[in-house]
């Protein structure tokens, strides 16, 4: 089993500690979510590289994420906030290959759960963004 820490913006930045954390024994990373929003792809492929040539796998990365009707939330029934969250989404996931990491979670924002209605689950799948309304009751 590789059991993986999360580096910090500033370490996937500095080469020397780099160099300590691989000295560490650490083998496996994963690659902040601030880090790949914000940097350039060129950085990333470079940090990518470093990462790489110190025997670290860069095997996973986490998007942001949230719960129904919040900012990151594959579960929004707004259209608006929902088609924004998705565009980024493909962004980040694009930004997460370029870095190196092998995995990243798709957070469905609490439609797996065993007490989540299956609109919600529904919504979650939807590739549009104006996806869900929460079904009316009946009268």
Not at 30 to 35: I, R
Not at 108 to 124: F, H, K, V, Y
Request: some cysteine; proline content about 6%.
């Amino acid at each position: 089993m590789k059991l993986s820490v999360e580096l910090t913006y500033a370490i996937m930045n500095d080469d020397a500690r780099l160099d300590e954390v691989a000295s560490q024994g650490v083998a496996a990373v994963s690659v902040p979510v601030d880090f790949i929003e914000s940097s350039r792809k060129q950085t990333l492929k470079e940090r990518a590289a470093a990462l790489k040539s110190r025997g670290i796998e860069a095997n996973t990365a986490h998007p942001r994420f949230g719960m129904y009707n919040t900012e990151h939330s594959l579960v929004n029934q707004y259209s608006a906030p929902r088609g924004l969250y998705l565009e980024r989404l493909k962004d980040c996931f694009e930004r997460i290959a370029i870095a190196g990491a092998k995995t990243a979670p798709l957070h469905t924002g609490g439609a797996c759960l065993p007490e989540a209605p299956d609109w919600l689950w529904t919504c979650a799948r939807s590739r549009s963004a104006p996806c869900c309304r929460k079904p009316r009751r009946p009268e």
